[in-house]
């Protein structure tokens, strides 16, 4: 329950902070400028993926199975950071290279990756795996907070655009800065030089994890993109209201998720994870419910009158919520814990391209507007779905009091 209420509050804060600063940005930078923000955020989105590489759910697994030896958990810590590292810093060369050949912002992409500074240095892995969700809450909400509070002093017209990246910026280095601290000075944990053979030895066992990682994001993270690409930044700030939206609503199972996670790591309890899934459902279901009848009046506070055309879109995205929180149990919550990487990578694989194929489809038939977008993200998350529980059924997990 700690852990639930620890992460829960962090993730409510995360996903309400852009929520609660989206109308005053929308007004004073205007809906161009914010879409253009948006939109490099969706890219730079794609480099997260390739910094985390899997290690939030493997190194997770890796920290919670070995929580009593010390010595395997500077192992784990060092090894994670070192390659976090390194990705951050092939990004960065990757960048500074494209600068000669593209024509863009460059201080807004440039601004917006040094906020993936966070996803380098703060350990939430580490923290899930050790169950003390105490510590991100602690270190995560004010620097959430110090961001909201920055934007409503400095962002004042269109001018300042250039600020918002730059203040989700220092709140990621302010909370790498503290997460740094906690882990060496209270957690103590000893970082020791890594060798290379080692390091390849974890790049090999998240890998599988990441291809999904990676493969997910075509999907997810793809979506806005596309919808910058072919219909403009001013139809991605309609999208984006309505992701944004969907996002809160996932807080629940997103939460649920991360807490039991380490749990199911090490129980591998089958009837456990059936009763959390069926309250999981009944609760995802009844907040769809209360926001898809409230839709006009949600949209119309946090967006404004010219915002309106979110509403269609944050109709069809409610149905993903408890539809991923189905294929979370079955994938994240069983297939991976049981040790079916491989299944579960290759339902992901299907998914992104049957995800593909739907998106040339409406490129093919002219017919590329954000309700199709919104209604073929729809569709692969149900397929998703199907094919995990495929995948859990045929390797006979989904049994009654099934426990290894």
């Not at 103590?188 to 990676?214: D, E, M, R």
């Not at 089958?270 to 309250?279: C, E, G, N, S």
């Amino acid at each position: 329950l700690s852990n639930f209420s620890n992460l829960s509050l962090i993730q409510f804060v995360t996903l309400l902070v852009p929520l609660v600063t989206y109308p005053y940005l929308i007004r004073v930078i205007g809906t161009q400028y914010y879409g253009n923000i948006i939109f490099a955020q969706a890219i730079v989105s794609y480099c997260i993926i390739f910094i985390d590489f899997g290690f939030n759910l493997y190194a997770t697994s890796e920290v919670s199975k070995n929580k009593s030896n010390k010595e395997k958990i500077n192992e784990i810590f060092t090894n994670v950071i070192s390659i976090k590292i390194i990705i951050y810093i092939l990004i960065f060369i990757i960048f500074y290279i494209t600068t000669f050949f593209l024509n863009f912002d460059y201080l807004l992409y440039f601004l917006t990756l040094c906020i993936c500074i966070y996803d380098v240095f703060f350990p939430l892995w580490y923290f899930q795996g050790t169950e003390k969700m105490t510590y991100i809450s602690t270190i995560i909400i004010p620097c959430r907070i110090l961001s909201l509070v920055l934007i409503f002093l400095i962002i004042k017209d269109q001018s300042n655009y250039l600020m918002v990246p730059t203040i989700y910026a220092i709140s990621s280095f302010l909370a790498s800065l503290l997460s740094t601290y906690v882990i060496l000075k209270i957690e103590k944990i000893n970082l020791k030089f890594s060798h290379l053979s080692k390091i390849k030895v974890y790049i090999k066992n998240a890998y599988y994890i990441f291809i999904s990682n990676l493969v997910i994001s075509l999907y997810l993270a793809s979506n806005r993109v596309i919808v910058g690409l072919f219909l403009g930044n001013v139809k991605l700030a309609y999208y984006d209201l309505a992701e944004k939206i969907t996002g809160i609503l996932k807080v629940v199972q997103s939460v649920i998720s991360q807490t039991i996670y380490p749990k199911n790591n090490r129980d591998k309890n089958i009837d456990f994870i059936k009763k959390m899934l069926f309250t999981s459902l009944i609760i995802n279901s009844i907040i769809i419910g209360i926001v898809y009848f409230n839709a006009n009046y949600i949209v119309s506070i946090l967006g404004g009158s010219d915002m309106l055309e979110s509403i269609k879109i944050l109709k069809i995205l409610l149905f993903t919520v408890p539809i991923v929180g189905l294929s979370n149990y079955f994938g994240i919550q069983i297939l991976l814990p049981f040790g079916f990487k491989k299944e579960f990578s290759r339902v992901i694989l299907f998914s992104a391209l049957f995800y593909i194929f739907s998106i040339l489809t409406l490129l093919y038939f002219d017919i590329m507007t954000i309700i199709n977008i919104s209604l073929s993200l729809l569709i692969v998350e149900i397929f998703v779905a199907v094919f995990m529980f495929y995948e859990t059924y045929k390797k006979n997990l989904w049994k009654k009091n099934t426990i290894i």
